[in-house]
């Protein structure tokens, strides 16, 4: 697993501060965002419709294309606006390859592996490993009732606050390979 790296530095290169400014507004709010290889795509609803917005993160300068009359020009802030929400929040981006765990090298890989996995995809790996849910909930001191809703929340796509750390346990207990009886 490879995410590419951008900074807002590499983006103040490709556009001015005022630019930079302005798409704030716009941060989070993409539709459809998907990575390809180091090609950043994503939709937003601008002045005058739907644009489609994308970034090539990997050439110096960015190489963008979007809809609006803008980017026919000069770099726009919905181009901005997606590097911004790549840089702020890169789990809300569809990777074009399943994640592997055990490649995963760097802070933002482990962070986007943990946004974007299902915590009742890694609960179940764990019981191959012979840990239930009531082991579980004990070794995290909650209840088996609240573990069992803190799931079912995120299979929702609600986020609890209790669902990262629950996560990285788990992860750990797999890395380590622990078995319970």
């Excluded at 490879?2 to 490709?14: A, G, H, I």
């Excluded at 459809?32 to 090609?39: A, L, S, T």
């Excluded at 960015?62 to 009359?69: F, L, M, Q, R, V």
Aim: glycine content about 6%; some cysteine.
């Amino acid at each position: 697993m490879q995410l590419f790296k951008l900074t807002e530095d590499q983006l103040r290169n490709s556009a001015t501060s005022l630019i930079i400014q302005r798409a704030e507004n716009y941060i989070g709010k993409f539709t459809d965002c998907k990575i390809e290889g180091p090609v950043l795509k994503g939709k937003i609803k601008g002045n005058h419709g739907i644009y489609d917005v994308e970034l090539k993160i990997d050439s110096d300068p960015i190489a963008y294309k979007c809809g609006c009359e803008t980017a026919k020009t000069s770099f726009c802030k919905h181009a901005a606006a997606l590097g911004l929400t790549y840089i702020y929040t890169p789990w809300v981006f569809e990777l074009d390859h399943t994640p592997d765990r055990e490649k995963i090298s760097s802070f933002e890989e482990l962070q986007y592996y943990v946004k974007t996995s299902k915590l009742k995809n890694i609960i179940d790996e764990l019981r191959g490993c012979c840990i239930t849910v009531a082991q579980l909930s004990d070794i995290l001191g909650i209840s088996g009732q609240q573990l069992l809703s803190i799931i079912k929340d995120d299979q929702n796509g609600k986020h609890h606050i209790l669902t990262d750390p629950i996560k990285l346990s788990c992860m750990y207990l797999l890395e380590k390979k622990m078995q319970f009886k």
